[in-house]
């Protein structure tokens, strides 16, 4: 593991870690906002040490970088089903109860919505689309064949890691989110169903793996893939 990829996991693992503890207190709303945004700045700081491919001058290219062009369909695809199928459960099961255990000790507790987690998540979507713009209409840093594929290859790991870490942030609310519908299912003496908190279970599982996939990735070397380095050699 570089240092990049031990600034975005050592921002993964504070914002979890932080995250968890807030929802435990009244606190609760601030919970993704803490999780998302040591998130970003592990990002960023990995992009800072992982410095772009030195280039003899700016250079100006006939050709209009698309980010449809750079952007992975992939994370995209999975970050919007998991935000979808979390609207759908929170649309038909009732919110739960505040975690904090305050309905055991004071038989009620502070009422509990999701506004906080919608809005980061939007905040967080539009600031990455905003990021992945500026990377991919940068000024290319080289004119030369190989200054070219190099700042090409830094190009769409850039683009990859602010992919990845989205979808990271977003299967992370969805499988604790998911997981608290479930605990509250479990409950059957409070109106739950089992059978849906075993269902709602296995649903967060698959978003832990989705968690376990793009996290991983943020720690890994990334490798351009044959496509990809056909694209980067080409004079822009």
Do not use: K
Not at 146 to 166: I, K, P, Q, S
């Amino acid at each position: 593991m570089d240092t990049a990829a031990r600034c975005r996991a050592l921002g993964l693992a504070l914002g979890a870690g932080t995250g968890f503890a807030l929802t435990r207190t009244y606190l609760f709303d601030f919970a993704p906002v803490v999780l998302a945004l040591c998130l970003s700045i592990g990002v960023l700081a990995g992009e800072a040490v992982s410095r772009r491919p030195p280039g003899e001058r700016r250079a100006a290219t006939l050709r209009t970088r698309r980010v449809r062009d750079y952007l992975p369909f992939r994370p995209i695809a999975v970050s919007l089903a998991l935000t979808s199928t979390l609207a759908a459960l929170s649309w038909w099961f009732h919110t739960p109860d505040h975690p904090g255990h305050q309905v055991i000790y004071f038989g009620t507790a502070a009422p509990v919505t999701l506004m906080a987690t919608w809005a980061t998540l939007a905040t967080v979507a539009i600031l990455t689309l905003l990021s992945v713009w500026l990377v991919v209409r940068s000024p290319q840093s080289a004119s030369q064949a190989g200054g070219v594929a190099a700042d090409e290859a830094w190009r769409r790991a850039t683009v990859n890691h602010l992919a990845d870490a989205y979808a990271t942030l977003s299967a992370t609310i969805f499988t604790a989110a998911t997981f608290w519908y479930a605990d509250a299912q479990m409950d059957w003496r409070g109106g739950g169903s089992p059978i849906w908190g075993f269902a709602l279970s296995l649903l967060a599982g698959l978003g832990l793996a989705a968690v376990a996939h793009y996290a991983g990735s943020l720690v890994r070397p990334r490798h351009i893939t044959a496509p990809d380095r056909a694209a980067a050699v080409e004079v822009l």
